[in-house]
């Protein structure tokens, strides 16, 4: 699913984020991503989604090289992922419903299409009664899963949850994962990024820590030290 081949990315400014960094993520697992704060965390996640490029060094998401692929190609690759924010970054004048709609409008869906699985969806996520609320009527937990719910509805091959957890409660929190992890035994490949280590250690999967622009511990589960 995911190849890095010694990776590098070097900004503008001087700034080192990754160095010869290498990791494979396999069809259907499910990946914690940790570190401290500016240990390249973003910065793998966005070459993954081509909002940056690396510096040297080969990507690979499904068949696609990312350093060979055209701007205009861009958009089809992040077709096949769906997105999960610390924000939510949701539409405040749109509905439930809407919210996650929209994500198909993006791609072309039929409106029968988007009222078969819009309500599909809502109810994997256990939000099928706040359809017709706007977010500020959710609670933050709520407010996330219906980000989870747009980032499922185009049933994306990959996940990718940047801090998802950042802004609910620790009991959420675990009901947040634990919803991805149900996601995860359909077949969808998750990469989470996360600071919590209560959830690391309690969900067991594999983990891999990065510093300073590299990875030091790649393993199924342990607990880790990061700020």
Do not use: W
Not at 123 to 130: F, G, H, I, P, T
Not at 140 to 162: C, Y
Not at 200 to 213: D, K
């Amino acid at each position: 699913m995911i190849e890095f081949k010694n990776v590098s990315k070097t900004y503008a400014n001087g700034t080192h984020a990754l160095r010869d960094l290498s990791i494979s993520v396999d069809d259907g697992e499910f990946v914690f991503i940790v570190g401290q704060s500016g240990a390249g965390k973003s910065t793998f996640l966005k070459l993954i989604t081509c909002e940056e490029r690396p510096t040297s060094g080969d990507i690979i998401v499904g068949e696609q090289h990312l350093p060979e692929l055209k701007r205009s190609e861009v958009p089809y690759l992040r077709r096949m992922m769906g997105m999960v924010f610390q924000d939510f970054r949701l539409i405040n004048k749109m509905t439930v419903f809407e919210n996650v709609a929209f994500a198909m409008h993006v791609v072309g869906a039929s409106t029968r299409e988007i009222h078969r699985r819009v309500p599909y969806i809502l109810s994997l996520v256990n939000l099928q009664d706040k359809a017709q609320c706007h977010p500020r009527e959710l609670s933050g937990g709520e407010q996330q899963r219906v980000g989870l719910a747009r980032a499922l509805v185009n049933s994306p091959k990959l996940l990718i949850a940047d801090e998802p957890t950042g802004n609910v409660d620790p009991a959420l929190s675990f009901e947040i994962v634990d919803l991805l992890t149900q996601i995860n035994k359909r077949g969808t490949t998750i990469l989470m990024v996360t600071h919590e280590q209560s959830l690391v250690r309690h969900f067991q999967r594999r983990t891999v820590e990065i510093n300073s622009g590299t990875v030091i511990s790649d393993t199924c589960s342990r607990e880790v030290e990061y700020d």
